[in-house]
T-cell receptor
Framework: NAGVTQTPKFQVLKTGQSMTLQCAQD?????MSWYRQDPGMGLRLIHY???????DQGEVPNGYNVSRSTTEDFPLRLLSAAPSQTSVYFC??????????????FGPGTRLTVT | KQEVTQIPAALSVPEGENLVLNCSFT??????LQWFRQDPGKGLTSLLL?????REQTSGRLNASLDKSSGRSTLYIAASQPGDSATYLC????????????FGPGTSLSVIP
């Protein structure tokens, strides 16, 4: 299994540009989530999904959109990038939403810089 | 609101020492607690997962304990090696909201050869 994969690994955007960060998992996990990691702030939850067609907001959702059309994919969209969105973005997944261990598996991250 | 802290923020030890990393949480109503390792510029690697009904978990030189009543977990690393140098994060999954895992800020460990 490839586990959780993310693309791209690095990205530079100009203020106002849009882009989509890709996340995929091949473990048939129901639960997927996006985090951002900033120095001194730790990891903060942006959006999450408990299954295809179901998404919800986390702690810092403003400026980001998500959708979940398949079990495998959970893209994160920045509609109009701002310098405050400069961060490292991690996608994570876990097997079961309702019960089970909920052990989380993380992707390698996308390092985004907005100028 | 659940808050997770980790002390110390940074730790430097000589190779071979046994060491303990601490994680504290303010609300004892947790579903599980997970310890991760993060190497510079990399993603998070799961080390140990402790369910709320468990007291400890072991994997190789690592042992994690959980005391819900006192809001604490410790990660014990035996016979530390330079390859253990990384940032260690703990994450709590509240039992009242499975969806929102709360991460601690991490402890940066440096093992000196």
């Amino acid at each position: 299994n490839a586990g959780v994969t993310q693309t791209p690994k690095f990205q530079v955007l100009k203020t106002g540009q849009s882009m989509t960060l890709q996340c995929a998992q091949d473990m048939n996990h129901e639960y997927m989530s996006w985090y951002r990691q900033d120095p001194g702030m730790g990891l903060r939850l942006i959006h999450y999904s408990v299954g295809a067609g179901i998404t919800d907001q986390g702690e810092v959702p403003n400026g980001y959109n998500v959708s979940r059309s398949t079990t495998e994919d959970f893209p994160l969209r920045l509609l109009s990038a701002a310098p405050s969105q400069t961060s490292v973005y991690f996608c994570a997944s876990s097997y079961s939403w309702t019960g089970g261990s909920h052990e989380q598996y993380f992707g390698p991250g996308t390092r985004l810089t907005v100028t | 609101k659940q808050e997770v802290t980790q002390i110390p923020a940074a730790l430097s030890v000589p190779e071979g020492e046994n060491l303990v990393l601490n994680c504290s949480f303010t609300d004892s109503a947790i579903y599980n607690l997970q310890w991760f390792r993060q190497d510079p510029g990399k993603g998070l690697t799961s080390l140990l997962l402790i369910q709320s009904s468990q007291r400890e978990q072991t994997s190789g030189r690592l042992n994690a304990s959980l005391d819900k009543s006192s809001g604490r977990s410790t990660l014990y690393i035996a016979a530390s090696q330079p390859g253990d140098s990384a940032t260690y994060l703990c994450a709590v999954r509240p039992s009242t909201s499975y969806d929102k895992v709360i991460f601690g800020p991490g402890t940066s460990l440096s093992v000196i050869p």
